[in-house]
């Protein structure tokens, strides 16, 4: 992305009243954000769901400028952006509604191939739940996860420093731009993080810092995940807010249980008792529900061996879902709808035909591959 291409993404992203949501329903309308920048209001007001409220305001100079501005903010500090259909963009971010159109990252992050879970939890942690967390990494360790998480006090930095210490990628999610960092505490981590992973937020270096940038931030920390992982939590907190966004996302969610009465196992009990989470009483019950696979010769992941079925009838769609999981990794089921250009209900249907012909099969986690 050129330095222009890029003013024109800040900028859009500046304006208050357009939403991720709504840039990339206008940015798909129109191409880019430079054209919906240089669009008329009268063709953008025929875009359904678009009114007068929305872009009011949307062709206010003051975007560019301010846009500029960050964008000095990033070369001087060596940040890399990532767009929201770029190639270095979180993979399984991509496919949240919500998700940001532009992420800004600095340090050694390489997510290509890798599994990814976000552990999380209260800032309260108690022994039980540290000694669970650095337990979960650990073994962990074989099938070489990138954990992520919102560097914050308590589960989060645990979290993060387990991961330092056997080696792991690491990423923490952060609630304020580049240019500070919360808790100011944990600035003496931020070497390690960087070395062994590093930081991703959406909020600029102008952005007030606010409470209610947690709760936006964790969209993100659930979004680019495979599962994710509640150590503790007291009866309210934002590690429920969390796991709920990984479940409208379709996630995996593990609790860990604890006893009725303490106070910092509250929510986990109720997001197992309601069937919002699964529970985690063993670390391995993390790759066992996700069908992550060790070759048992080089401790590598790898996908179990299994025999194509011959001279199954197949219709057109069903050849194209065929097609696109030939010699791939099991796939989440809204990858399969993107790919192969289709509506998930329709996929989801046609999934379930193809199981019943002995062609696919479902897997814990929501994914799926063929037979």
């Not at 669009?39 to 062709?59: Q, R, S, W």
């Not at 931030?217 to 495979?226: D, K, L, Q, T």
Request: charged share 25%.
């Amino acid at each position: 992305m050129t330095d222009e291409e890029l003013i024109y993404v800040l900028a859009l992203q500046h304006v208050p009243k357009v939403g991720d949501i709504t840039a990339k329903k206008l940015i798909n309308h129109c191409g880019s954000s430079e054209g919906v920048l240089k669009e008329t209001k009268f063709n953008l007001l025929k875009i359904d769901g678009i009114g007068a409220t929305t872009i009011k305001g949307l062709f206010d100079p003051v975007h560019i400028k301010e846009a500029e501005k960050e964008l000095q903010f990033i070369k001087d500090n060596g940040i890399k952006c990532l767009y929201f259909t770029g190639e270095d963009y979180p993979e399984r971010l991509k496919h949240c509604i919500d998700s940001p159109i532009l992420l800004f990252q600095v340090g050694n992050v390489n997510l290509k191939q890798k599994r990814i879970i976000s552990v999380i939890g209260t800032r309260k942690i108690t022994t039980y739940g540290v000694a669970f967390c650095e337990k979960l990494v650990e073994q962990l360790v074989p099938y070489d996860p990138i954990i992520v998480s919102g560097f914050a006090y308590g589960t989060d930095i645990t979290a993060q420093k387990a991961a330092i210490k056997h080696k792991l990628q690491t990423i923490g999610c952060l609630a304020h731009g580049l240019n500070q960092i919360y808790p100011k505490t944990h600035k003496r981590y931020m070497t390690e993080i960087e070395e062994h992973g590093g930081f991703l937020t959406d909020f600029w270096s102008s952005d007030p810092f606010d409470r209610n940038n947690f709760l936006k931030r964790n969209r993100i920390i659930a979004g680019m995940s495979e599962a994710t992982i509640v150590i503790e939590s007291a009866e309210k907190g934002g590690s429920l807010v969390t796991a709920d966004i990984a479940n409208s996302y379709g996630k995996d969610v593990f609790a860990v249980p604890g006893r009725a009465n303490d106070s910092q196992s509250i929510g986990c009990n109720n997001l197992i008792k309601t069937q919002q989470a699964h529970l985690l009483s063993n670390p391995m019950d993390v790759p066992y529900l996700l069908n992550w696979q060790l070759d048992s010769a080089t401790g590598s992941l790898n996908k179990p061996a299994i025999q194509k079925q011959l001279f199954v009838e197949l219709n057109q769609d069903e050849k194209r879902i065929y097609n696109f999981l030939k010699d791939k990794d099991a796939q989440l089921l809204d990858v399969i709808a993107i790919q192969c250009k289709l509506p998930s209900f329709k996929v989801a249907g046609i999934l379930l035909t193809m199981e019943l012909k002995g062609v696919t099969r479902p897997l814990p986690g929501k994914l799926f591959e063929l037979v």
